[in-house]
């Protein structure tokens, strides 16, 4: 009679084992991280159940308690395994996450447990887990920071950012992904970075940048490319100190990041929009900013109720 309890428990085992076998072939993964598997739970506790119904015709209580607790212990210990093992995959896992918000008008400084140094621009916020402890690093980003992430051979660190994936090891870069931009733009400092557009339909090629170098992402057409030539990272993130540096910037984008370093409202006319810009504001009041932004276009700007209205004839 223990024979037979034995035997029903092995096969048992092989049920399970068999249920996880199938389901690891399902698993696509190539250039991308999967679409997140769905553990059948409710099937697989049926199918065991099934198991259990027929073998009661041919077993005493005794060894049906046997096996219901064999069960048991299986499917306890299977469904923590799981988890365990696919929680980077698992958007349903009760995983502890932080969110940092950078209000208008202020950069914020964030650590995260594995040394990771992030500065969060204006309007920015910044989702992560409180720990690291799967075998990767995913963040989300809304808006624009500064990373300069601790080097982890074999713990990649990647950044969500909108439709864009942005993979390293332990580099500096910076991107600037604000929502009511048309672009999403990332930039190295040092190190390298692999940045990826996610796509359901098909396999996604990696752009790879290096120092100084830029991929963008027009969010309309739908693609990503590297910039031909090399562009100042150093510039486009001195606003991680409080500085704006701006090259033959649209004033329309200037007068954006005007409004989030300083938390107010300005209102230009249509014709002022595609004006450039070139100039270097270094911890900046306000009024100085503006003074020159106004002389820079030959321009005008008025206070009324709570905005700044820039007129002028046009560049």
Known sequence: MKKKSNNQESELENNITLYFEQAAKKRYIENKYPEDDVFEEEKLYLNLLQTLIYKKRNANVSNLLKIAASIFMFFSVTITAYYLVNLKYNKDFPVQLVERLAPSGKVIKVTLMDGTIVFLNAGSKLIYPKVFDTDVRIVTLIGEAYFKVSHDAVKPFIVQ??????????????????TENQDIKVTVLTGKVGVYHVNQNDHPSTNFITANQQVVYNKAKGQ????EHNVDAKKLVAWANSEMVFNNSLLSAVI??????????????????????????ENSDLDKVLKILTKLIDGQIQYKKGVYLLTGSGC
Not at 224 to 227: A, C, G, S, V
Request: glycine share 2%; proline share 2%.
């Open 161 to 178: 950012s909108n439709e864009i994936r942005t993979h390293v090891l332990g580099t500096s870069f910076n991107i600037n992904a604000y």
């Open 224 to 227: 990503l490319y590297k910039t």
């Open 256 to 281: 954006t990041d005007v409004e989030r370093h300083y938390d107010i409202k300005v209102v230009i006319p249509k014709q002022l929009k595609n004006c450039r810009i070139t100039a270097d504001f």
